[in-house]
T-cell receptor, first 112, second 112 residues
Framework: GAGVSQSPRYKVTKRGQDVALRCDPI?????LYWYRQALGQGPEFLTY????????KSGLPNDRFSAERPEGSISTLTIQRTEQRDSAMYRC??????????FGSGTQLSVL | SQQGEEDPQALSIQEGENATMNCSYK?????LQWYRQNSGRGLVHLILIRSNEREKHSGRLRVTLDTSKKSSSLLITASRAADTASYFCAGGSGGSNYKLTFGKGTLLTVNP
């Protein structure tokens, strides 16, 4: 596609539910990144992939958070047993192995 | 964790004036990037400066980097109302394990 696509755009869920956030990167981009952004803050690194390999997951807050990119293209960020503190904008970015990142519009997650 | 701290947190100027934003970072970097975020939208890459460069220009943008002081500045000349946005610096580090770590941002308001 023309840009990085994330879905859903908004997600409202109840505490304790699992959510899956999807990212469709720019075609051919090798690297895919997940960030979380709280209101008024900069994006905070969560994890990233080169092709299907998860290179770094040091930013995932705890073991309720996981991500996969099984075929080296679309990625899913899953949050299990959501908590109110998980509410934030979740941003995905891709890169053609250059240093510059291309961001999607994000998924706004609200946990009630 | 945040890599950088932008200064000031908020800046309000008149159209036609220049805007200067500063960024300090903590760890060693390969490059320093600046991104813009318009309200409610994704981040857009503006400019990248490598650790062995001191100054770079792109249109109305001028970025400097002082690795001895671990600081960078972004200058926007002849500002326009459309430049109103949040601006983030981001430090890129790692080789094969490349990661981009963002600061908290400067909110720039350009008044017409």
């Amino acid at each position: 596609g023309a840009g990085v696509s994330q879905s859903p755009r908004y997600k409202v869920t109840k505490r304790g539910q699992d959510v899956a956030l999807r990212c469709d990167p720019i075609s051919g981009h090798v690297s895919l990144y997940w960030y979380r952004q709280a209101l008024g803050q900069g994006p905070e690194f969560l994890t990233y992939f080169n092709y299907e390999a998860q290179q770094d997951k040091s930013g995932l807050p705890n073991d309720r958070f996981s991500a996969e990119r099984p075929e080296g293209s679309i990625s899913t960020l899953t949050i299990q047993r959501t908590e109110q503190r998980d509410s934030a904008m979740y941003r995905c970015a891709s890169s053609p192995l250059s240093e510059k990142l291309f961001f999607g519009s994000g998924t706004q997650l609200s946990v009630l | 964790s945040q890599q950088g701290e932008e200064d000031p947190q908020a800046l309000s100027i008149q159209e036609g004036e220049n805007a200067t934003m500063n960024c300090s970072y903590k760890t060693s970097i390969n490059n320093l990037q600046w991104y813009r975020q318009n309200s409610g939208r994704g981040l857009v890459h503006l400019i990248l400066i490598r650790s062995n460069e001191r100054e770079k220009h792109s249109g109305r943008l001028r970025v400097t980097l002082d690795t001895s002081k671990k600081s960078s500045s972004l200058l926007i000349t002849a500002s326009r109302a459309a430049d109103t946005a949040s601006y983030f610096c981001a430090g890129g580090s790692g080789g094969s394990n490349y990661k981009l770590t963002f600061g908290k941002g400067t909110l720039l308001t350009v008044n017409p």
